[in-house]
């Protein structure tokens, strides 16, 4: 059965890995990217529209809990990689031929689960969980943009479909537990988030 799914799994990354083409490669890299012109500002914008609806102190208290929770993801990242020894695709030699390999750079060894899935969907969830009562196209538009990023590392060759759905489970897990542990904090016992 495991056999079956992974096998199942690198077809649809095959298929998905392959439907690249050049002309788009730079936009994939770009997209994948945990600093660029396209992220920098969703940072700069949570931040400010954090600021504008909750003040200074809950802001502080809000991004105390964003690093936290993506420390929590990129360490279970790590230390689910280091457990499971999964290859990434760019690394196991019965795929990496059949592949395109963009940027010739594959990262580490292990793959799964992908931690820029994690991350960006922790992200996108905790803010659209935030402000979803607010402002429904912070959901529409963080969601959008944590897909984009996690397609990208199939696209690059860097992960299998399966590494980046654990990725995105855990990372709006997280995102749930965060914003859970967020509102039992007295100072948001008011506030208008979920």
């Known amino acids: 059965?495991?056999?079956?799914?992974?096998?199942i799994d690198q077809d649809i990354f095959l298929y998905l890995n392959g439907l690249g083409k050049p002309t788009w490669d730079g936009l994939w890299i770009y997209l994948s990217r945990?600093?660029?012109?396209?992220?920098?500002?969703?940072?700069?914008?949570?931040?400010?529209?954090?600021?504008?609806?909750?003040?200074?102190?809950?802001t502080i208290y809000i991004v105390i809990t964003v690093v936290a929770l993506l420390l929590s993801t990129e360490q279970l990242s790590i230390i689910v990689k280091n457990s499971v020894t999964r290859l990434r695709p760019?690394?196991?030699?019965?795929?990496?031929l059949l592949m395109r390999n963009v940027?010739?750079?594959?990262?580490?060894?292990?793959?799964?689960?992908?931690?820029?899935?994690?991350?960006s969907s922790a992200l996108a969830g905790f803010f659209s969980l935030l402000f979803y009562k607010k402002n429904k196209l912070i959901l529409l538009g963080l969601t959008s943009w944590a897909l984009l990023v996690s397609y990208s590392r199939i696209y690059l060759g860097v992960h299998y479909p399966l590494d980046i759905i654990t990725g995105l489970t855990v990372g709006t897990t997280?995102?749930?537990?965060?914003?859970f542990l967020l509102k039992k904090l007295p100072i948001f016992k008011s506030s208008f988030f979920i």
Do not use: Q, W
């Not at 059965?1 to 096998?7: A, G, T």
């Open 174 to 179: 997280l995102s749930f537990l965060y914003i």
């Open 1 to 7: 059965m495991l056999e079956e799914l992974v096998k």
């Open 34 to 58: 945990t600093l660029s012109f396209v992220t920098i500002p969703i940072y700069l914008f949570m931040l400010y529209y954090t600021y504008r609806s909750f003040g200074l102190i809950k």
């Open 90 to 96: 760019c690394h196991d030699e019965d795929i990496s």
């Open 103 to 119: 940027r010739n750079h594959c990262g580490g060894k292990f793959g799964y689960f992908s931690a820029h899935a994690a991350n």
